[in-house]
């Protein structure tokens, strides 16, 4: 029996953790109970308001771009943050650019960088590719949603993220651009069709959501090689090269999603359960996140 079909199995026990339909989803610590906290909604109503507003001041803006970093990287603690990193990603984007049409100085200077393609692509060009193995089971779990995938947000989601898989086999730099378009997207997304993909009453765009995810995983390598250029520090001598401590990121949300994918779409779930598994024998499986 493949590990993927075991946990199909196990998924349908008890134990497996998915709550009965007459059971209440527990709060979790904090007032988390799978909608934005009062202080996340006051954050997201000032982000309304400020569009609106024509006495918008920097040290007003500035505090709602510095409120949206901190908001975002707190998501990505959480374990059902998603939803909530997405949305202050776009909240960075939005309040950023009504400060460019009022005429405001943001604080934060490397916020819209325009010469990152500059600085990416000449030391991201020569990477190699991730195992073609991994890049495979990517192309074939993905494409196992296609039938699911009728409306238009859905298609494009799905188109997005097949391509994202496909250029692993050909370019690594050529996939991070990929990778690129994907969160362009979203973030340029209506916000009408934005809350479709987040919204996880729909199991296909949950199955997108893990497919994307499991992606990110497995392209650990070309990801830490982008934040290294950002950063403009060579990786340290394999002499001197020490075990750095594994951030469990994003993958907190794999993890949770996974178990959001009902018993009659878990067929479809196969391959983002794969990446789980291997990530909870080694975090580092698929190479090491700085």
């Known amino acids: 029996m493949s590990l993927a079909r075991a946990r199909i199995l196990d998924a349908r026990n008890p134990r497996h953790g998915r709550l009965r339909p007459d059971a209440k989803r527990p709060v979790a610590p904090g007032g988390r109970d799978g909608a934005p906290c ?32 901190a908001l975002t990287f707190q998501s990505v603690t959480f374990e059902d943050g998603m939803a909530e990193y997405m949305t202050f990603i776009r909240g960075i984007l939005i309040v950023g650019a009504q400060m460019w049409i009022k005429g405001i100085k943001p604080i934060f200077v490397n916020m819209f960088d325009q010469d990152q393609r500059a600085v990416l692509e000449p030391e991201m060009t020569g990477l190699p590719l991730i195992r073609q193995e991994w890049a495979d089971g990517a192309i074939e779990g993905i494409g196992s949603l296609r039938g699911l995938c009728r409306e238009g947000v859905e298609v494009e989601y799905f188109e997005l993220i097949m391509d994202m898989a496909t250029k692993l086999r050909a370019s690594s730099w050529e996939a991070y651009q990929a990778l690129q378009k994907h969160y362009g997207w979203w973030i340029q997304l209506p916000h009408d069709k934005f809350k479709l993909v987040i919204d996880l009453s729909n199991q296909t765009f949950i199955l997108l959501a893990t497919h994307w995810i499991a992606v990110k995983q497995i392209m650990a390598p070309i990801t830490a090689a982008e934040r290294r250029c950002r950063e403009k520090s060579p990786p340290p001598p394999p002499a001197q090269e020490k075990e750095p401590p594994v951030d469990l990121g994003i993958l907190r949300w794999l993890v949770y999603l996974n178990k959001q994918v009902d018993d009659e779409h878990l067929i479809y779930n196969q391959w983002p359960l794969w990446v789980e598994d291997q990530l909870n024998r080694d975090p580092a499986a698929f190479g090491k996140r700085c």
């Open 38 to 69: 009062k202080s996340h909604q006051s954050h997201q109503k000032s982000l309304a308001e400020l569009s609106k507003s024509k006495e918008t001041t920097t040290e007003h803006a500035n505090a709602l771009i510095a409120t949206c970093f």
